[in-house]
């Protein structure tokens, strides 16, 4: 019963226009599918690597709050650490790597910022 809640609170607080398709340099995101596509290449991700490049994608070329991605991604849950997120980082960066034009920064002591150049 508990997750049901939990599923139907989620639902809830999306908002109806919400964008779900995001391009990112040749590569094209849906967040509700939980994939990314390159050249008719899909490449699945987990519930939290979509979260987290939805996030992104959000902001992109803006810094994105390391505590502002914990939050809304993982919440209060104390167990989650804000080391095992680079991991997901890491993660993300290497699904994008065949894109020379995007690049996922660390800046330190603030957050991560997701550069695309879009002028070539």
Not at 57 to 79: F, H, M, P, S, V
Not at 99 to 120: A, C, P, Q, R
Request: charged share 30%.
């Amino acid at each position: 019963l508990c997750k049901i809640q939990a599923i139907i609170k989620r639902q809830a607080t999306q908002p109806e226009n919400e964008e779900f398709i995001f391009t990112i340099g040749t590569y094209v995101f849906d967040s509700k599918l939980r994939q990314i596509t390159r050249e008719g290449v899909k490449q699945k991700l987990s519930p939290k690597e979509s979260d987290l490049l939805k996030l992104l994608c959000q902001n992109k070329n803006e810094l994105l709050a390391r505590e502002t991605a914990l939050r809304k991604i993982w919440g209060e849950d104390g167990y989650f650490t804000a080391r095992s997120m680079d991991v997901f980082i890491t993660k993300l960066r290497k699904f994008l790597a065949d894109d020379t034009n995007i690049e996922i920064k660390n800046i330190h002591g603030s957050g991560f910022l997701l550069e695309v150049n879009e002028s070539t």
